[in-house]
């Protein structure tokens, strides 16, 4: 397994724009914080441009904690967990194959990147994980944001070689997501339809696939999963939300480690719908449904409301409602629920 540090040829827009004005980038916000961890940190002069106090701010809507030192100086009111290909490769061992991670600082969206890769040849099972994405794209276009040390945002490439085009693929990888926090100790995670993970109703995280075809035939597909591994809660609360994350819910370890744990599950979920077809895996992925059974309310992308009961996915991965119009099948939509409204404020 290849892996290493800023090696990647990252878009060159600019890394700025954000919903929160921030006084200086975030690439330079993420650099000052791996100053304030190093053994010499700076001093009170490299805040002197903005102030402490508006630094401070700036790196806690990113998602870092600071204090006062006794110099006067900011100092990190806990570590960052950094992410580290060695770790990752250390964690995966003799099953690193075929992954070569490569983990950089700041981008724009670790999927734009890798789709861009792909199409100029880049190996199947190339990672690209970030610290910060400056412009995360979730399903239908969304924003994902993800704070600097309490999320993990990544994207992996997966050539098909001419594998028949298949439609349950986010399904899919949301069983191996399943499966790999199970075995990280995270309790109780499910599904919500089509790509969200949720914790006790509220979302922590999410899956985005972009796949490329020729004709019936899928070439290859960029994975996007993005997980609140400890976010900072008040970033949801801005957004008027409430976001869960995986370390109130039992996880102990650091991000690498999880990075390598999803990656050895992406793979062995994928092998075993390449071996076995998605049956299987549908049943497991119905286990994990949160809203099966339920009265839902479906967000159609024409803008109109279908009320139901949930009954499960197709052998397609449609959602299939119980209506008063009798069992009904969407392709795309949003789903919500009472429950899932009281947590988050609105459809997630």
Avoid: Y
Avoid at 20 to 33: G, K, N, S, V
Avoid at 70 to 87: E, H, N, Q
Avoid at 140 to 169: A, D, K, Y
């Amino acid at each position: 397994m290849n892996s290493g540090r800023s090696t990647w040829v990252s878009d060159q827009r600019p890394l700025g724009a954000s919903p929160t004005r921030l006084p200086m980038a975030p690439e330079r916000l993420l650099i000052l914080a791996r100053q304030l961890g190093s053994s010499v940190p700076p001093g009170p002069e490299a805040m002197v441009e903005f102030g402490a106090a508006a630094t401070a701010d700036a790196l806690a809507e990113l998602g870092v904690e600071t204090r006062a030192s006794p110099t006067g100086a900011l100092a990190l009111a806990r570590p960052v967990d950094w992410l580290d290909a060695a770790v990752v490769a250390r964690c995966l061992g003799n099953q690193a194959e075929p992954f070569q991670v490569s983990v950089v600082d700041c981008v724009g969206s670790t999927n734009t990147e890798l789709l861009r890769a792909a199409a100029l040849g880049a190996p199947h099972g190339a990672v690209l994980a970030a610290e910060l994405q400056a412009a995360g794209r979730g399903r239908g276009g969304r924003r994902w944001e993800g704070g600097i040390g309490s999320s993990l945002v990544f994207s992996v490439l997966w050539r098909f070689h001419g594998q028949p085009f298949f439609e349950t693929l986010a399904l899919v990888v949301g069983v191996a997501v399943i499966r790999a926090l199970a075995s990280a100790g995270v309790r109780d995670a499910g599904l919500k339809w089509p790509n969200d993970l949720l914790l006790e109703g509220a979302k922590a995280g999410g899956v985005l696939v972009e796949s490329r075809s020729s004709g019936a035939a899928l070439d290859f597909a960029v994975i996007g999963i993005g997980l609140n591994v400890g976010a900072d809660p008040r970033r949801g609360l801005r957004a008027g939300r409430v976001g869960a994350d995986l370390r109130a819910s039992g996880f102990q370890g650091s991000r690498s480690e999880l990075l390598a744990c999803l990656l050895l599950h992406l793979r062995r979920t994928l092998a075993q719908h390449e071996a076995e077809g998605f049956e299987g895996l549908r049943q497991e992925w119905e286990r994990a449904h949160v809203h099966r059974g339920q009265w839902v309310t479906l967000h159609v992308p024409d803008g109109s409301l279908v009320e139901g009961r949930a009954l499960g996915i197709s052998a397609r991965g449609d959602l299939q409602l119980e209506t008063a119009q009798g069992t009904r099948s969407f392709r795309s939509g949003e789903v919500s629920s009472q429950a899932t409204f009281a947590t988050t404020g609105g459809p997630l």
